[in-house]
Structures are given as C-alpha cells and as structure tokens.
C-alpha cells in the first residue's frame, strides 16, 4: 500500500541529519524513507527542518534550526542571500563548492549508468582564483519599490523584484553602471513599468562589460519606442559614465516571460563592444550570446583544444556553434572548420567574427545539427574532429546518430547539464571511449557547473 502523503503536514518539524548536496544546490536527507529538500543546508550537518511543501515522493523544507553546523559553512556576502538565485552556494566555502561540482558528475553518471561509467577518470574541477565579481553582464529588472526605484532580480519562482545595491557575482563596473542610471531615471523621472497596471515605460536596464577592453554597452529595454526625456539621460550618462561607450534601446511591449523583443534602436555611441578570448576579437550586439565568465571561458576553450590535439590536417566541426567562440580560437590549427547554430544572428556574427579576424578556413551554416551534418556528410564531407556544446537539453538523438554514423577520430562534448551528458554517454560510448571529463567551474556560488568530455573512437570498431 502506497505511503499516504498526509503521514507528514506542512508546518511540521523534525531532525534531520543532511547527506548531500543536490543538483539544484540544496541539502538532501530522509523521513519516513522519502527524500527531503532543504535550501541552504549542508552535508553532516544536524537541522531541526521545517515542512513547507508535501508530495507524493518527497518532501521540501525549509531550516527552522540548525543544531550541527558543517565545517564548510561560510557567511554569505550578500545580504540578499537566500531571496534571489544565483548565489543559492554562497553559504558553501569554495573548496567545497569545487567538491559539490564534481560529486554532481558523479551523481548523475550514477543515475543514468553509462557502461563503464564506474571507471570513468573525473578530475578536480577547474576553479577560480578569485570566485568573485566574474560576471560580466547585469540583467536587472526595474520597478517602484514604496516610492522609490529598485533595480535587482526577482525572488524564485516569482515577480516579486529584490532591490540589488550591491551583488557579489557582478563586476564593480555592471553593477556601479546600473546603480548611477537607476538613480538618473529617478531623477529625471522617467516612468517606469508597472506590472499590475500594464504601464510606464521602463522595465530592464542591461550592462555588459569588455574584461579586456573595460568598456561597457548599457541597454533600456522598454514597453514602448518612447523614452522620456531621452537626450537628458543619454547626456547625464555620457558625462558620469564614460566606460559606457555604446547606449541601446530595445522594445519589449507587455507583460511577458521573455525580456527582449524584436526591435532594437542605437541611441548614443557605438553599436556594439570588442571583447577578446584567447587573443581572437568579438564584436559583440546588444543582444549576442557571450559566455558570462570570460575568465573561465578562456581555461574552457584552452581545455577543449588540450582534448581534441588538433593537427593542421583536421576538419573541425563545431555543433551549437553561438557567435563562433570555440571554432573561432581553434581555426589556426585546422584545415577546415565547420559551425552551425539554429540561431540566423548568431551566425551572422560568427561570420563577422571570422571576417575582423581575418580567418577564411571557416563556414557558418543556420540550422540545426541534428539536420545539417548528415546533410554535409551526403555531399561528401568528412569531419575528423567534432566539438559539440550543447543547451541544458543536451544533444538530439538525429545528431547523436549522425556522430556515430560519421565517427570522428577526435569528440569533445562540452556541458552545461550533467544530466543530459550522462544520458548522451549511454549513447555514445557504445562507439567512443571516455578519456576523461574534467569539471569546470564557470558560476561560482551557484549550483551550475560545466565538464569537457573528451571523448576517442573505440579501435574495435
């Protein structure tokens, strides 16, 4: 007879002794058998956890208590820890966070069992020296907040915005560049949006920072094509703000899940900003995907070129290709590359990139994977050496078998979801042999963590 869900009721409390961490970042013991997720707790620690939801197999709670607290408990450094995401770690000490980030591999390899899995060779993830201020890009929602203007993130599973003055993750400069237009807005007293009432004109601002240049792009998303008092801000902003060397609008009409719409409008300064990895440039549009961590995204791609030991004969094929980052830093090494990206602007920049870059030996190609490389295979193309870095939703089963109908001598698979490599392994390592997956750490004191797979054909096939 099944258990009945009624045997525990929200409001109760009880002890509990914390095992691990899970892969959303939270503490994880047992009552009665069934497993109880507790945010904000930590293994071998003793807790006194508080019901706050009830289902069928598990339980969520919240610490009314803690009573044994775990040697790798820090204090957190923002005051808002615990109202937003993106900092769901920082209450974990850093070692620990790059211990957490490998057991989350484990775990999942242990869940989906891909054959072999046990002998795996999984090594300490790559951290950061400073786990701090990495973040090159802000995206901060703004309302009225009792009469004055707020700038921040919405509280989980929620439109309940949490003012941000300060937010450890951030660079100084997003953060002191959000900070000065908030209070020029409030000044000037341009309206801002208002959910409830389906009004006002300002909703997002978003900052994003050149590590190498130190320049900034500061974009108004808005609710209409109209921004008041506009040549008043833009002046204000040029004279307190001179790292801001690009000013952009972008019109999102409504109330909607999406932040950005369709329609962007320059209004001061350039157009776009240069940020350069590796020593390749990127010019890079109000609205380009960017990896947030340029520092860690740098070790990446130096990890990725370690795995696949290009040689000037390879022809590289680089899946989920973006704005061409990885297949743009390994150009100089191969023979050919070849990207493709479901994204028609994304591989508009990519083909830009390779043009300020002078590189010729690539193609950009818009479609999806899963359609194109079997399509590049029956005109006769043969890759050697495969890259693919997929979304959280991991790889399409029509790639996955056209990778192993092409079979490249050369495989890195770079995740963002050990999840879904581990279900992808099951697939492939029928053909390929996993050399080794080496965790990296590209959000610090979140609970998200990437791994570069390398991956070789099997010789006896």
């Known amino acids: 007879m099944p258990e009945q869900t009624n045997q525990v009721e929200v409001g109760q409390r009880f002890p509990l002794t914390i095992k691990r961490i899970g892969i959303n970042g939270e503490g994880i013991g047992y009552y009665k058998r069934k497993i109880v997720f507790i945010p904000g707790a930590l293994p071998e620690e003793v807790v006194v956890a508080e019901v706050t939801n009830v289902a069928p197999r598990f339980i969520e709670?919240?610490?009314?208590?803690?009573?044994?607290?775990?040697?790798?408990?820090?204090?957190p450094k923002d005051a808002t820890y615990g109202q937003v995401g993106g900092i769901e770690l920082e209450h974990l000490s850093y070692p620990g966070q790059l211990a957490f980030k490998k057991d989350v591999v484990v775990q999942a390899l242990e869940k989906f069992k891909p054959q072999g899995y046990a002998k795996y060779n999984i090594t300490d993830t790559v951290g950061m020296e400073t786990p701090w201020h990495y973040r090159n890009k802000a995206q901060f929602q703004v309302r009225e907040i009792d009469g004055h203007l707020a700038a921040g993130l919405y509280a989980p599973s929620s439109h309940t915005l949490i003012d941000l003055p300060e937010f450890a993750?951030?660079?100084?400069?997003?953060?002191?560049?959000?900070?000065?237009?908030?209070?020029?807005?409030?000044?000037?007293?341009?309206?801002?949006f208002d959910e409830t009432k389906n009004a006002g004109i300002l909703k997002t601002l978003v900052v994003r920072e050149s590590f190498s240049t130190g320049e900034a792009q500061l974009t108004f998303i808005t609710n209409s094509p109209k921004l008041p008092q506009k040549h008043a801000l833009i002046t204000a902003i040029q004279a307190e703000l001179p790292e801001v060397v690009s000013i952009m609008q972008n019109i999102k009409k409504g109330k909607n899940v999406l932040v950005w719409g369709d329609q962007t409008i320059h209004l001061a300064g350039q157009e776009t900003i240069m940020e350069t990895l590796n020593g390749v440039h990127f010019e890079l549009t109000a609205r380009a995907f960017f990896q947030l961590n340029p520092v860690q995204t740098a070790k990446m791609y130096n990890l990725v070129q370690d795995a696949l030991d290009l040689t000037p004969e390879d022809r590289l094929v680089d899946a989920y290709c973006g704005v061409g980052t990885i297949g743009l830093s390994l150009a100089n090494?191969?023979?050919?590359v070849r990207g493709m990206d479901t994204i028609a602007d994304s591989i508009e920049a990519a083909k830009h990139n390779?043009?300020?870059?002078?590189?010729?030996?690539?193609?950009?190609?818009?479609?999806?994977?899963?359609?194109?490389?079997?399509?590049?295979?029956?005109?006769?193309?043969?890759?050697?050496?495969?890259?693919?870095?997929?979304?959280?939703?991991?790889?399409?089963?029509?790639?996955?078998?056209?990778i192993l109908d092409s079979r490249p001598l050369k495989f890195v698979y770079v995740s963002c979801n050990p999840s879904t490599l581990a279900r992808d392994l099951k697939a492939l390592v029928h053909t390929y042999q996993v050399e080794k997956i080496q965790p990296l750490?590209?959000?610090?004191?979140?609970?998200?963590?990437?791994?570069?797979?390398?991956?070789?054909?099997?010789?006896?096939?």
């Open 169 to 192: 993750t951030q660079t100084d400069l997003t953060m002191k560049i959000i900070r000065t237009v908030l209070k020029l807005v409030e000044s000037l007293g341009i309206p801002v």
């Open 354 to 402: 390779a043009a300020i870059n002078d590189i010729q030996n690539v193609e950009y190609a818009v479609g999806a994977a899963e359609d194109l490389l079997p399509e590049w295979l029956d005109n006769g193309f043969v890759p050697t050496a495969l890259v693919v870095d997929p979304p959280r939703t991991g790889l399409d089963q029509k790639l996955i078998d056209a």
């Open 441 to 461: 750490d590209m959000f610090p004191q979140t609970a998200r963590v990437e791994a570069v797979v390398t991956l070789t054909l099997k010789r006896d096939l």
């Open 61 to 75: 709670a919240k610490v009314h208590k803690l009573r044994q607290s775990s040697p790798q408990r820090v204090t």
């Open 333 to 336: 090494q191969v023979a050919e």
